[in-house]
T-cell receptor
Framework: NAGVTQTPKFRVLKTGQSMTLLCAQD?????MYWYRQDPGMGLRLIHY???????AKGEVPDGYNVSRLKKQNFLLGLESAAPSQTSVYFC???????????FGSGTRLTVV | AQSVTQLDSQVPVFEEAPVELRCNYS??????LFWYVQYPNQGLQLLLK??????LVKGINGFEAEFNKSQTSFHLRKPSVHISDTAEYFC??????????????????FGQGTILTVHP
């Protein structure tokens, strides 16, 4: 998944802890997205950004916050993790030219 | 807003047999359609996409899909599967062109996924 880097790849949190997931692109695309993947539910949109300094809620935003202070980086924060947030998180960017998307390799988060 | 329904959560099939993974969508505007594949413990890889033009779309690894606007479907097919095709497949939709005032911002809506298991 050249061009989109997600960190960390794995993490285990205790209930109530906080953490930030980073999505970094080495290109100059405007639109970035955070999805979560759960068995039998496909990927659901958490938050998205259409440019530096802008963010918006997706389908399942509760319990998450995001920031896009720099165009290249889209951060997803969990202020107080809950077991229901155990999931695999994917970042995606929309390619400006043509029509396509590049996905990151994912972050597997377990909240115990 | 769009929605996607993948009609089969699991599809078992024997090697070299044909397979069809079904996808229906709902939208009040024109759409772009995608199929992604996810191999175990990996990210998403684009198989194919329909943007416009011919309704029969060919993708990687011998897969193809047909866009049927009247039935709002985008079924994925392969005439002969291999063990290596074992994976989860996702159908996705986004708002298409020419939708004045569209505010979807390229958001993808995914189906629930279909797990294809190819048996020897």
């Amino acid at each position: 998944n050249a061009g989109v880097t997600q960190t960390p790849k794995f993490r285990v949190l205790k209930t109530g802890q906080s953490m930030t997931l980073l999505c970094a692109q080495d290109m100059n695309h405007e639109y970035m997205y955070w999805y979560r993947q759960d068995p039998g539910m496909g990927l659901r949109l958490i938050h998205y950004s259409v440019g530096e300094g802008t963010t918006a809620k997706g389908e399942v935003p509760d319990g998450y916050n995001v920031s896009r202070l720099k165009k290249q980086n889209f951060l997803l924060g969990l202020e107080s993790a809950a077991p229901s947030q155990t999931s695999v998180y994917f970042c995606a960017i929309k390619i400006s030219r043509g029509y396509g998307y590049t996905f990151g390799s994912g972050t597997r988060l377990t909240v115990v | 807003a769009q929605s996607v329904t993948q009609l089969d959560s699991q599809v078992p099939v024997f090697e070299e047999a044909p397979v069809e993974l079904r996808c229906n969508y709902s939208s009040s505007v024109s759409v772009y359609l995608f199929w992604y594949v996810q191999y175990p413990n990996q990210g998403l890889q684009l198989l194919l996409k329909y943007l416009s033009g011919s309704t029969l779309v060919k993708g990687i690894n011998g897969f193809e899909a047909e866009f049927n606007k009247s039935q709002t479907s985008f079924h994925l097919r392969k005439p002969s599967v291999h063990i290596s095709d074992t994976a989860e497949y996702f159908c996705a939709v986004s708002e298409g062109p020419g939708n004045a005032g569209g505010t979807s911002y390229g958001k993808l809506t995914f189906g629930q996924g279909t797990i294809l298991t190819v048996h020897p």
